[in-house]
């Protein structure tokens, strides 16, 4: 097996855009473990809360961040086999240009599921801010009825 420079800089030019999707995806779940976070911390001040007085707001909203936090550790999940698979990709570039085993239905297999992977990512991260988006839209409107309505102003 004799590897030339030129061999070496032709795969590496090859493995460049899945490279750069590895970066997507690395940045990707950075905003959902991030996401993860703020949710795993809002659900422990609800629990505390709920701990000394048992509220109907407070129970409505933990299930709800259940909720969401199901979806984000789906997210996170389907981000992480999408990173892996393109990282399978990079090293099956470099051992079927270097070893010359045919390697091009692997790789491209590789590389649909990855996009797979991608897509129910960003599905599953759209349902849960839909469903964030939501939760804030009702509470939005129960505070607006809780109010004292305002007498209108006479002239």
Do not use: W
């Amino acid at each position: 097996m004799n590897i030339q420079i030129s061999d070496i800089g032709h795969v590496i030019q090859l493995a460049i855009a899945p490279v750069f999707l590895l970066t997507g995806v690395a940045t990707k779940l950075t905003v959902l473990t991030n996401r993860l976070a703020r949710i795993i911390d809002r659900t422990r001040v609800l629990e505390d809360r709920l701990r000394l007085r048992s509220s109907a707001e407070d129970t409505s909203e933990l299930e709800t961040l259940y909720v969401r936090a199901h979806l984000i550790n789906t997210a996170i999940t389907s981000s992480t086999a999408c990173g892996l698979m393109v990282c399978l990709v990079i090293a099956l570039l470099f051992l079927g240009d270097t070893t010359n085993i045919p390697l091009d239905q692997y790789i491209a297999g590789l590389f649909v599921c990855a996009m797979i992977g991608l897509i129910s990512s960003f599905v599953y991260f759209l349902r849960e801010i839909f469903i964030a988006s939501r939760f804030m839209r009702m509470q939005h409107m129960l505070s607006l009825q809780q109010q004292p309505r305002q007498p209108a102003p006479t002239e």
